[in-house]
């Protein structure tokens, strides 16, 4: 696993954002942001809407327990939030990170943001106002760099999993997704395969971005010629994967090979295979990415690349308490290695085009 450290901007000579700080953001006593944060109904609305705006242009965070009973001590809560609880294999992961949690004495707070800004930002509003140590994100696709800055600059350590808001330097735990596709698409084309696809992600998130430069590259490699058509992102799922398989044979029945951004798109493309009479494994080739448990039980058995779900928790566990305990420590960027599972479903076809 290759590690790449950098400085974190240095938020420790900025000084949190306080109550004071928000009244005079907003033109008001600290009396009167109380009231608000109280939910007070002696504050007029146009007031109200003032101070609202002020605080979310400042980072304040309310925090509700100590509003009730100070504490200078860790609670040992940890803010964890994944991208959707109906995706495999953030569920695999987030087992993990219980499971290491509990072992560690810490108590794991766990949300989804659903893939949504405004999701994202209400739950880890609630984990700050209940003081939790630090976060460990998942971020929403178009997550910005400033918000991030918030979390740090109001004392709360944060590690990115899975994917990373670009250009932030923040901690990371990201799979290695740019060799593991590489190595996918280099598999395809040794085996014959010229006129391979690449199917599935989400154009605003960093993974497709790593994805989609290995098949590019690998392609570019081998002379192969990419049309627009054999590039298609799309939101994940089953029946993302039987809709893309229709679309992309209608622009070229030729294709013989296919990579998919994940192991959901995969079984998709085996469902509506069937249906269409297509044999994968024979007439068409197909990789998954992430080797899900159920992976080598498909018919045909899929091909897929592997990245470790426990290796996820393990690091990103790990960082977060370095940086909880020692708010100087490097920040790093840690990438987990991606490997090809080869399987049924990646065999050469009868005839090559």
Known sequence: MSKNNWNVPDFTSKKRVTLHDVAHHAGVSKSTVSLVLQDSTQVKHQTREKILRSIEETGYVYNRKAAGLRQSQRNDLIGILINSFVSPYSAEILIHFEQLALQNSLVPMIASNSEQLEQQERVIRLYMEHKVDGFIICPAPNTSVSWLYKLWRNGFPLVQIMREVPFSQFPAVVADNHNGVFEATRHLIKLGHKKIAFVGGDEAISDYHGRIAGYMDA???????VPTGYVRPI?????????VLKALLDYDSKVTAIVCFSDLMAYGILSMSRELGIEVGKDLAVIGFDDL?????????????RVQPEEFAINALEM???????KQVKAERRVIPAKLIIRESCGAPQTLI
Do not use: K, W, Y
């Not at 392609?219 to 010629?225: I, V, W």
């Not at 159920?294 to 690349?305: E, K, Q, R």
């Open 320 to 326: 977060l308490q370095n940086h909880i305990q020692n």
């Open 235 to 243: 939101p994940q799922g089953r029946a993302a994967g039987r809709q």
């Open 219 to 225: 392609m570019s490699e081998a002379g192969l010629q």
């Open 293 to 305: 448990a159920d992976s080598s039980l498909t018919h045909p058995a899929l091909t897929t690349v």
